[in-house]
């Protein structure tokens, strides 16, 4: 399988900052990446479509002034989570689709956001 | 109806038996089925993938296809407690995004 990195894997912030979340594929290249979030117990949510050298594609319902993510290489897309409320707190997970046949997607190992 | 079905469990299986995860799906042109396994408090790991009809296998994992039925299976032969997880259909229709189960929760007994 492919390796997809995040970090970090755990932040805790306070109210009103921002955190910047990273996602790497480190041994393809993935011109589209995927955001999701997901709350204990319930299913995976997709946030956003990232794509290289393009805007980001949101889900509807999901505020892209809030969620700000940036896919600058083929091998990096940023997650900013901006003015951070304890509502915000979850298990954001990050994926790469490798473009070979039936394009697989990748998961990253996860990075738990928790707010104060 | 769901685009993509599962029970949602769990299903409990005793160790050393065939687990079986069931998946319906309703688009009719989807062309890639895969399989995930996501532990508790963990992200989601691809275990299989699947694009034709039959059986595919790996290890002790074997996916199952049939496209007229809009049909795809997980088998997994000698369950260990190793394997307890929710395990996450998904398909992806030509062109479009990932669509994902609701999750099927296994539990392996020793």
């Known amino acids: 399988g492919a390796v997809v990195s995040q970090h970090p894997s755990r932040v805790i912030c306070k109210s009103g900052t921002s955190v910047k979340i990273e996602c790497r594929s480190l041994?393809?290249?993935?011109?589209?990446m995927f955001w999701y979030r997901q709350f204990p117990k319930q299913s995976l949510m997709l946030m956003a479509t990232?794509?290289?050298?393009?805007?980001?594609?949101?889900e509807q319902g999901v505020e892209k002034d809030k969620f700000l993510i940036n896919h600058a290489s083929l091998t990096l897309s940023t997650l900013t989570v901006t003015s951070a409320h304890p509502e915000d707190s979850s298990f954001y997970i990050c994926?790469?689709?490798?473009?070979?046949?039936?394009?697989?997607?990748?998961f990253g190992p996860g990075t738990r956001l928790t707010v104060t | 109806q769901k685009e993509v079905e599962q029970n949602s469990g769990p299903l409990s299986v005793p160790e050393g038996a065939i687990a079986s995860l069931n998946c319906t799906y309703s688009?009719?042109?989807?062309?890639?089925f895969f399989w995930y396994r996501q532990y508790s408090g963990k992200s989601p790991e691809l275990i299989m993938s699947?694009?034709?009809?039959g059986d595919k296998e790996d290890g002790r994992f074997t996916a199952q296809l049939n496209k007229a039925s809009q049909y795809v299976s997980l088998l997994i032969r000698d369950s260990q407690p190793s394997d307890s997880a929710t395990y996450l259909c998904?398909?992806?229709?030509?062109?479009?995004?990932?669509?994902f189960g609701q999750g099927t929760e296994l539990s392996v007994k020793p």
């Open positions: 994926s790469a689709l490798r473009e070979t046949q039936g394009y697989e997607q990748y």
């Open positions: 041994d393809f290249q993935a011109t589209t």
């Open positions: 990232s794509n290289e050298g393009s805007k980001a594609t949101y």
């Open positions: 688009d009719r042109v989807s062309q890639s």
């Open positions: 699947i694009y034709s009809n």
């Open positions: 998904a398909v992806r229709p030509p062109g479009g995004k990932l669509i």
